[in-house]
């Protein structure tokens, strides 16, 4: 593999990592902060439903994201969605709004759901032979975001005080999906760049664009 592609690898890896750091971070620590605003136990769990939903409904949308706006911009907007999400919780934790909480589930399960295509976004940037190599790898950002959620919760509980105990949380959410953001705008995919690559062997097959 060039350098190129595995700048391209490393950089959807990464992007994979944020969005589940960030989709940990909801799972595990929704509940909780509903709790914290007011929130009683029978609608803690509601949260991470909305979650779901979100992640579901936004499948709607992604091919017609992508046909739009490309890879690079549409993985982008993704995290876009998910910083409004990270907002709206903030914005709850500090006004103890139990609803706004909840709310901030669901543009969070969007980016999710728009996050989970990068795996097959690595296999656009490599050759044929190479693709499940490509995909696993990226795969493998979750294996790292399986740690690196909880601990950023962990180390961010309680920093603002006990009445913003879950603040940090959902301010972790928008540091993820804007790092996952800004990175995503470096990955070099095939099929947007308008001149013909230096160091990628590419080859047309049934019209399609394979790297």
Not at 104 to 129: C, D, K, N, Q, Y
Not at 135 to 151: D, H, K, R
Request: proline residues 3%; charged residues 15%; negative net charge.
């Amino acid at each position: 593999l060039s350098q190129r592609v595995w700048a391209n690898l490393i950089l959807l890896v990464l992007c994979y990592t944020c969005v589940f750091a960030s989709t940990t971070l909801m799972i595990g620590g929704a509940a909780l902060a509903t709790l914290s605003v007011g929130g009683d136990s029978s609608n803690a769990p509601v949260a991470q439903g909305v979650f779901f939903v979100g992640a579901a409904a936004v499948s709607i949308f992604t091919a017609p994201l992508f046909d739009r706006l490309g890879r690079r911009f549409g993985f982008a907007v993704g995290s876009c969605i998910g910083i409004v999400g990270g907002c709206i919780g903030m914005g709850g934790i500090f006004a103890s709004s139990t609803a706004l909480v909840i709310l901030s589930a669901f543009p969070t399960g969007m980016a999710t759901g728009v996050g989970l295509h990068l795996r097959f976004a690595a296999m656009e940037v490599v050759r044929e032979e190479v693709k499940p190599f490509a995909m696993t790898l990226v795969l493998s950002g979750g294996c790292i975001a399986a740690f690196l959620g909880p601990e950023s919760q962990l180390a961010t509980t309680g920093i603002f005080g006990e009445n913003l105990e879950y603040f940090g949380l959902f301010m972790m959410i928008v540091i993820f999906n804007a790092v996952g953001a800004i990175l995503v705008l470096f990955v070099k995919f095939p099929a947007e760049e308008d001149d013909s690559t230096e160091d990628l062997e590419t080859v047309e097959e049934d019209g399609v664009m394979r790297v």
